[in-house]
Structure formats: C-alpha cells, structure tokens
C-alpha cells in the first residue's frame, strides 16, 4: 500500500494489492497518508505455498480489479 501511495504522489497511477486479512490494514494507511478510501485490489489471503494454479486464479482476480480501479477513476 505504501509503494502504491508513493508512487501515486509522484503521478505514477497505481494499485496496492493487499490479502483479505489486511485490508484494515491498508485502509489505515490509506488514513494515515491523507487518502482515505483509497482503492486497493483484495485477494485471498494466504500467498504462500499456495500452488500455481491457485496463485494464477489470485493474479487473475487482482488484475480484473486493477483494471477496474485504473480505468475508472475520476480525473
């Protein structure tokens, strides 16, 4: 979330991608770096060894909100 802010701040359109045990998480931060609501991709959480086929699934709903979130904000 933080790189994502970051980058963000310097123009650079982009998404943080967080799992669904840190979502209050990122939302804090979001808070904390004066942008509240800002939009994050959600996956399932865990990562780790998860299997290629369950990580593609992950990579494939993240990339459907990503897609999302980059193409229909405001300007």
């Not at 310097?10 to 990122?26: C, E, H, K, Q």
């Not at 979001?30 to 509240?36: A, D, I, K, Q, S």
Request: hydrophobic share 50%.
């Amino acid at each position: 979330m933080h790189d994502a802010i970051e980058a963000e701040r310097l123009g650079i359109p982009a998404v943080g991608i967080m799992t669904d045990r840190f979502v209050r998480s990122a939302e804090v931060m979001g808070e904390l770096n004066g942008l509240p609501g800002y939009p994050f991709a959600v996956i399932a959480h865990p990562i780790a060894n998860n299997s290629d086929d369950v990580l593609r699934h992950k990579a494939e709903v993240a990339v459907a909100r990503i897609v999302l979130l980059l193409t229909k904000r405001d300007t």
